[in-house]
Antibody, heavy 122, light 107 residues
Framework: QVHLQESGPGLVKPSETLSLTCTVSGGSVTSNVWSWIRQSPGKGLEWIAYVYYSGSIRDNPSLKSRLTISVDTSRNQFSLNLRSVTAADTAVYYC????????????????WGQGILVTVSP | DIQMTQSPSSLSASVGDRVTITCRTSQTISNFLNWYQQKPGKAPKLLIYAGSTLQTGVPSRFSGGGSGTDFTLSISSLQPEDFATYYCQQSYSDIPTFGQGTKLEIK
């Protein structure tokens, strides 16, 4: 059973960097594809990025290249850094495992963390 | 981005009822459509992937159908634990997108 847990500050000031970590247990970060997804009342569920074990990512262009993601294989974690945040980045942030049925890059999300609320406010 | 439109936005039903939720996409996506259930304060839970494949452990009263641009999620006999919000998600394009949700409430 794969378990994911998000951690990080719940409050970030505007223009600063939002930093979150997802710790994976019951599975290896090196043998799966992972994802960050956020949910806000205004935008609903919004995909942020796929994270590959190599450390490469595919991200949502709507984030305008503000995103950095890293993978720490020794700790079985992956992290998200979102720069220059505004109130529009206030959301519950989830990490999730991405899977495909027949390979390729058509992913669904089968395991999710519990989510962490991040508020952007002075 | 592919736009997802769910209907209805909310639905009232009773235990034992059969309900159907619809998801329409702005362009054809074959069967790359997934369904999730979310309860208040919890993460979404995968119910169905690839249009009609039931995720392991999900009760067989849930079923998915459709292809192209029109998809359905049906619950054959509502149980008390099924009252929740349901989301569709397309995995066809490089940018996965979600529907706005259908809130299923007890009548």
């Amino acid at each position: 059973q794969v378990h994911l847990q998000e951690s990080g500050p719940g409050l970030v000031k505007p223009s600063e960097t939002l930093s979150l970590t997802c710790t994976v247990s019951g599975g290896s970060v090196t043998s799966n594809v992972w994802s960050w997804i956020r949910q806000s009342p205004g935008k609903g569920l919004e995909w942020i990025a796929y994270v590959y074990y190599s450390g490469s990512i595919r991200d949502n262009p709507s984030l305008k290249s503000r995103l950095t993601i890293s993978v720490d294989t020794s700790r079985n974690q992956f992290s998200l850094n979102l720069r220059s945040v505004t109130a529009a980045d206030t959301a519950v942030y989830y990490c999730a495992r991405a899977r495909t049925r027949f390979g390729g890059d058509k992913y669904y999300f089968d395991y999710w963390g519990q989510g962490i609320l991040v508020t952007v406010s002075p | 981005d592919i736009q997802m439109t769910q209907s209805p936005s909310s639905l009232s039903a009773s235990v034992g009822d059969r309900v159907t939720i619809t998801c329409r996409t702005s362009q054809t996506i074959s069967n790359f459509l997934n369904w999730y259930q979310q309860k208040p304060g919890k993460a979404p839970k995968l119910l169905i992937y690839a249009g009609s494949t039931l995720q392991t452990g999900v009760p067989s009263r849930f079923s998915g159908g459709g292809s192209g641009t029109d998809f359905t999620l049906s619950i054959s006999s509502l149980q008390p634990e099924d009252f929740a919000t349901y989301y569709c998600q397309q995995s066809y394009s490089d940018i996965p997108t979600f529907g706005q949700g259908t809130k299923l409430e007890i009548k």
